[in-house]
């Protein structure tokens, strides 16, 4: 089933001062959410 679960950017400390993001895992989550784009558009 597809699903949102795990489209967000990797890192860490969310929501605060000390917040990072992971740039080197853009690249994944980019191409995960454009196949569930995809299917979800040919989803019937």
């Given at each position: ?6 489209l ?37």
């Amino acid at each position: 089933m597809d699903g949102l679960d795990g489209l967000g950017a990797l890192g860490g400390n969310a929501h605060n001062l000390e917040e990072y993001l992971h740039l080197n895992s853009l690249d994944d989550i980019t191409k995960r959410t454009a196949l569930l784009i995809y299917r979800l558009t040919r989803s019937k």
